[in-house]
């Protein structure tokens, strides 16, 4: 009887383990979960989903310099997210531009479908979509 037991604890704790190592693992709240290049065609890819209270990194792989920030251009006021700190309508604004090899990360608190443009190039756009 007792090596029964000691069989079912170990198959148990093996298919526990294999359980937990299978899994994806879940990412914190505000740790960057989408990176978007800008290159010199444009934002790749255009549009990312994340959840609520995750961040987007936009890179600057480009020649040239960039500027993200939430739509519309030029008032950057559509994402809802406000601080004393904005250099123009909203938080979701990199606030000046990024040479070629920087990045801006922007952690996002609002569910929706937010589009963004090139502050530099207003007609190089895309959308992060945040979900629940």
């Known amino acids: 009887m007792q ?3 000691i069989a079912i604890v ?3 704790i093996a298919g526990g383990g294999y359980y937990w190592y299978t ?4 990412l914190p709240l505000g740790e960057v979960t989408a990176e ?3 290159t010199d065609n444009g934002y790749e ?3 990312v ?3 609520k209270g995750q961040a987007v ?3 600057n792989n480009s020649s040239a310099e960039m500027w993200p920030a939430s739509a519309v251009h030029p008032t950057h006021s559509i994402y809802p997210e406000k601080s004393d700190n904005d250099c123009l309508g909203s938080s979701f604004d990199a606030c000046r531009r990024q040479s070629p090899g920087e990045s801006y990360t922007f952690t996002f608190h609002e569910a929706g479908d937010w589009k963004f443009h090139d502050h530099v190039k ?3 756009t895309g959308v992060v979509h945040v979900t629940e």
Do not use: D, N
């Open 3 to 5: 090596k029964i037991l």
């Open 10 to 12: 170990v198959l148990i």
């Open 23 to 26: 899994q994806p693992a879940s």
């Open 36 to 38: 978007i290049a800008y």
């Open 45 to 47: 890819p255009a549009e």
């Open 49 to 51: 989903t994340i959840k």
């Open 57 to 59: 990194t936009w890179v």
């Open 122 to 124: 207003p007609s190089k």
